[in-house]
């Protein structure tokens, strides 16, 4: 059922763009910043049925950031009428979604409050890193075509970093719950990756309110669907991960976080999208032109890029 209305809602946002071609902008940027705010919903609603409690707040958060740098490009095109400029806040929204992303790759499940803390504060000094270093190609307002680009490599390597990662977590992963949440977050991933190098590397000239504005949708729309669907009560003790085996485990240490040597920052610096959209799409880009225990199941879902 959420696979349909996921569709459904694809084939409103085309139908509502072919029909009111006069508002076709204000349509889709409302779609747009729809599809990410469902996904939200929906990792909240997991979140609170799940042992992988964490994991889905901080995807959720990510979502909601998302939302924002689409609001703000909304607010550029229409609000003041400058489609040609590309806002960096907008832009350092889209950079920032993927830093929630990371705390929760790098979150492990047992850990001593102290150092969730610390993990916290290593995630938010990402943060900031990533706010200098796009305000060091853009202005509040506007970003030079130089700037877009070196902001379009930046969403590349995030968007990289994150799909890879997550592939690695969901094997690695030794309880159902967390091994539900990385496949989730891998699926998303790929999806969004695929995405954001569609729009920013190919449809750069494609302006807000085209049919090209409906791939966007589909790798929250994804998510949607997965943090909607089923999940299964009880479990049996630590199941083991599907896939590669359980030599798999052994790449990432299960109790180490941001603080204890995942290496989840391997050096990348990510970066960003479309040239409008620049990843604007984070990777989208906005440069357009358990225990045993464990409550959750497989997702009913299996979209690949």
């Known amino acids: 059922m959420a696979a349909v209305l996921a ?16 508002h ?15 996904a939200t919903l929906a990792c909240l609603w997991r979140m609170m049925h799940s042992d992988a409690g964490v994991g889905w707040l901080a995807l959720s958060a990510g ?3 998302w939302a924002g740098g689409m ?19 907008s832009m350092l929204l889209y950079v920032l979604y993927g830093v929630p992303l990371t705390f929760a790759m790098a979150h492990p499940r047992y850990e001593p409050w102290y150092l969730v803390v610390i993990d916290g504060a290593l995630a938010l000094l ?5 706010f200098v270093h796009t305000f060091s190609f853009a202005t509040m307002s506007d970003a ?27 094997p690695a992963s030794e309880d159902a719950s967390r091994r539900v949440f990385f496949r989730a977050l891998a699926a998303f991933a790929r999806v969004y990756m695929g995405v954001a190098a569609y729009i920013n590397h190919v449809a750069t000239e494609a302006s807000y309110g085209g049919l090209t504005d409906l791939i966007i949708d589909v790798p929250f729309l994804l998510l949607a669907c997965t ?4 999940w299964r009560r009880g479990g049996h003790g630590h199941a083991a991960p599907p896939g590669p085996g359980r030599a798999c485990r052994q790449p990432v240490d299960p109790a180490g976080g941001l603080a204890g040597g995942v290496g989840l920052d391997g050096g990348s610096t990510p970066a960003p999208g479309r040239g409008r959209l620049c990843v604007g799409h984070a990777g989208l880009g906005p440069a357009r032109g358990g225990d045993a225990g464990a409550r959750d199941g497989a997702p009913r879902i299996s979209w690949t890029c």
Do not use: K, W
């Not at 076709?24 to 469902?38: D, T």
């Not at 075509?145 to 799909?163: H, P």
């Open 7 to 22: 569709a459904l809602y694809i084939v409103c946002h085309g139908l509502a763009l072919v029909l009111l071609p006069g």
């Open 24 to 38: 076709a902008q204000a349509v889709s940027f409302s779609f747009l910043i729809g599809a990410p705010l469902l």
């Open 63 to 65: 979502m909601l950031l």
């Open 71 to 89: 609001a703000l490009n909304m607010y550029q095109e229409i609000g003041l009428s400058t489609p040609d400029a590309t806002p960096g806040v």
């Open 126 to 130: 990402l943060g900031y890193l990533f």
């Open 144 to 170: 030079p075509e130089q700037g877009v680009n070196s902001l379009r490599l930046m969403f590349d390597i995030e968007n990289l970093f994150i799909a890879a990662f997550a592939l690695v977590r969901y």
């Open 227 to 230: 943090g909607a669907a089923p």
